[in-house]
């Protein structure tokens, strides 16, 4: 079983910036791909962001350029830093690991962004 914690979320101004972050923990093996999903109102659970135990990543076109995803594979952190915010970027955000076994996901945390 993975267990994984997200933090960073709160209410920022349109074009500021925030981080997320989430640590994974319980029985991790093998390679694996973390990420973000994103709820936002009104809309299905859309994919954010992706990266590979290797550090190779991918984007929704919607983020593109403005979100920038990492990990500390020595903590199993991953990491989404997002610059230029919008009020459409507004939503729970979920953080997910998918490995060999089922997909595990975070609890989400929640960014508004208003002014």
């Known amino acids: 079983q993975v267990q994984l914690v997200e933090s960073g979320g709160g209410l920022v101004q349109p074009g500021g910036s925030l981080r997320l972050s989430c640590a994974a923990s319980?029985?991790?093996?093998?390679?694996?791909?973390m990420g973000w999903y994103r709820q936002r109102p009104g809309k299905q659970r859309g994919w954010v962001a992706g990266i590979t135990d290797g550090g190779l990543t991918n984007y929704s076109d919607l983020v593109k350029g403005r979100f920038t995803i990492s990990r500390d594979a020595a903590k199993d952190t991953v990491f989404l830093q997002m610059n230029s915010l919008k009020p459409d970027d507004t939503g729970l955000y979920y953080c997910?690991?998918?490995?060999?076994?089922?997909?595990?996901w975070g609890q989400g945390t929640q960014v508004t962004v208003s002014s």
């Open positions: 997910y690991l998918s490995s060999s076994g089922p997909i595990s």
């Open positions: 319980g029985s991790l093996s093998g390679s694996n791909i």
